[in-house]
């Protein structure tokens, strides 16, 4: 008998469920939000919106600390970006927001989610409504090429307190024009739709009172309200603006979808509260 016949049979080792991550670089916005990104894995797929699980290892050895994150990328990059909260007391994000290029974080393996295209039946607009953080996945989305090869037009709502708490504005408004993908269809087909609740600026208050106002069909040269036959709504952010814009939109007679079965309104929460 050989020495290898006598050896146990090797146990496979088990498989990390995430990722370890070099942070590549980070962004600080406001006292209040950040962005960073990692360097995507290769073997790592996702449809634009999704999201995964971001986290960082347990202090003192404990359980890691994990949370959902929107992925602030397209599904072709190689980048993969996020744009994060602080919260001050949070498990997470009290130590995420001091993260510095270098640094690792954990990334989940599994991205999921219905803020996703395939989730929408045919359409003509696409509306992408967020509040805060909740802007995330439509960076993702609007830098995807097929969001304009199905929509005609797509138009970014970010609703937030201040008007430093427009991250990304001058993306919206001038970077992604230059994307060497999208954007010129950007430039064509993307509107990019701020409004601010809590400080003076030309569209302010909250994006549901402006459809319910008719403001924001007015400011955009639209026929008032949403018409089941020509508009897609994506939402994401706080609780309570999902709530009631997706009441608002049933009004209109649009259906909410998921992946299993497409509808006019897909949602999601970009945070409990
Ligand atoms: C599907 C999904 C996607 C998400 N995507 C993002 C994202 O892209 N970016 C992001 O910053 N967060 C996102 N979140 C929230 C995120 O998972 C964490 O809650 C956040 O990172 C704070 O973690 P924490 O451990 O520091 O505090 P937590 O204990 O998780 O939260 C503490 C409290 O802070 C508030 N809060 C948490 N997150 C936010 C937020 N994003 N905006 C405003 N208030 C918040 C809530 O009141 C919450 O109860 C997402 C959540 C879900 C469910
Ligand atoms: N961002 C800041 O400047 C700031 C400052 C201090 C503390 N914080 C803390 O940070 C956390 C997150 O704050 P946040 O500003 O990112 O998130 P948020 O409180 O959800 O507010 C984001 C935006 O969503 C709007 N909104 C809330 N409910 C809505 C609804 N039903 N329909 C439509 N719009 C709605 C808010 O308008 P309204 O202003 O009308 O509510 C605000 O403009 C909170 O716990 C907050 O206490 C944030």
């Given at each position: 008998m050989t020495d290898t016949a006598l050896s146990p049979a090797p146990v496979p080792a088990k498989a990390s469920p995430f990722y370890q991550l070099e942070v590549l670089w980070v962004r600080h916005w406001t006292d209040q939000l950040f962005s960073f990104a990692v360097a995507r894995p290769e073997d790592f797929r996702f449809r634009s919106g999704e999201f995964v699980m971001i986290g960082l290892p347990g202090e003192d050895g404990g359980k890691p600390v994990l949370r959902a994150y929107s992925i602030a990328s397209p599904h072709w990059d190689e980048q993969l970006e996020f744009f994060s909260i602080k919260?001050?007391?949070?498990?997470l994000t009290s130590r995420l927001q001091k993260i510095v290029a270098g640094d690792t974080v954990l990334m989940g393996k599994k991205p999921t989610g219905t803020l996703v295209l395939d989730a929408l039946t045919g359409g003509e607009r696409l509306w992408l409504i967020g509040t805060g953080t909740g802007l995330a996945p439509w960076l993702s989305v609007a830098r995807d090429p097929e969001t304009y090869s199905r929509f005609g037009r797509v138009i970014v709502c970010h609703t937030v307190r201040s008007v430093a708490d427009l991250a990304y504005r001058d993306f919206f408004t001038q970077g992604i024009h230059d994307d060497p993908l999208i954007g010129d269809e950007a430039r064509a087909q993307l509107t990019y739709y701020p409004t601010v609740t809590r400080e003076a600026f030309e569209t302010p208050g909250r994006i549901t009172d402006r459809i319910k106002s008719g403001a924001v069909f007015a400011d955009l040269g639209l026929p008032d309200g949403f018409d089941p036959a020509r508009d897609r709504v994506m939402l994401c952010g706080s609780m309570a603006m999902i709530k009631e814009t997706g009441e608002l939109l049933e009004t209109y007679g649009l259906k909410e979808g998921s992946n299993a079965e497409p509808g006019d309104y897909v949602l999601e929460r970009a945070f409990v509260g």
């Open positions: 919260v001050p007391d949070g498990p």
